[in-house]
């Protein structure tokens, strides 16, 4: 029913997603010059998003879709 997907949860696929997050800027300044200047400065980081999205899936029933650093805690939690 879901192809290559080998975690479950609650009878739900996990798929895990590298790029579900956001770049924040490293450092900020209250003035829209200066924050501009730091942007190309001092660049951006990726946070990673901590929340869990529950899909219909297009083979059929729902899939979760998460960050894997979420999942680890998620796994943890559970005892998987």
Same mark, same amino acid.
Request: charged share 25%; proline share 6%.
């Given at each position: 029913?879901?192809?290559n997907i080998p975690m479950m949860?609650?009878?739900m696929p996990v798929v895990?997603? #590298?790029?579900l997050g956001k770049e924040v800027q490293s450092r900020t300044h209250r003035k829209?010059?200066?924050? #501009? #200047?730091?942007?190309?400065?001092?660049?951006?980081?990726?946070v990673p998003d901590r929340n869990c999205?529950?899909?219909d899936?297009?083979?059929?029933? #729902?899939?979760?879709?998460?960050?894997?650093t979420v999942?680890?805690?998620?796994?943890?939690e559970?005892?998987?």
């Open positions: 029913m879901f192809p949860l609650n009878g895990l997603d #590298k790029k829209k010059r200066i924050n #501009k #200047k730091w942007s190309k400065r001092y660049g951006v980081r990726f999205y529950v899909f899936s297009p083979y059929g029933g #729902k899939q979760i879709i998460m960050h894997p999942w680890e805690v998620v796994r943890l559970i005892g998987q």
